[in-house]
């Protein structure tokens, strides 16, 4: 049977309390990058990027259902992302 061993680390409180902050602010950082069921939401730029396309095939592509736009304000010009997962998916069936 293994023995357990702990460790004992000391270090500056100062230190430790800048380390925690920014564990604190990184955490946030990804967090503002997920939608609320945890689906990280992409900008049209990132969607051509990710599928080597243009912005007339990325149209193409909202237009006929291919891919779900996401609209964050129920505006007509308001922000328009994709879910991650989606573009995904779409790489891993080879559907692009």
């Known amino acids: 049977m293994e023995k357990s061993t702990v460790a004992i680390i000391t270090i500056p409180l100062n230190e430790w309390n800048e380390t925690r902050s920014k564990i604190n602010d990184l955490t946030n950082a ?3 990058l997920t939608d609320e069921k945890g689906n990280e939401l992409l900008t049209p730029k990132e969607v051509c990027e990710m599928l080597k396309i243009g912005r007339t095939t990325y149209q193409r592509y909202i237009v006929n259902g ?3 736009p996401i609209r964050i304000n129920k505006e007509k ?3 328009v992302y994709v879910k991650r997962a989606e573009i995904e998916a779409m790489i891993n069936e080879g559907t692009t």
């Open 30 to 32: 990804v967090q503002s």
């Open 66 to 68: 291919t891919l779900t």
């Open 77 to 79: 010009y308001s922000k």
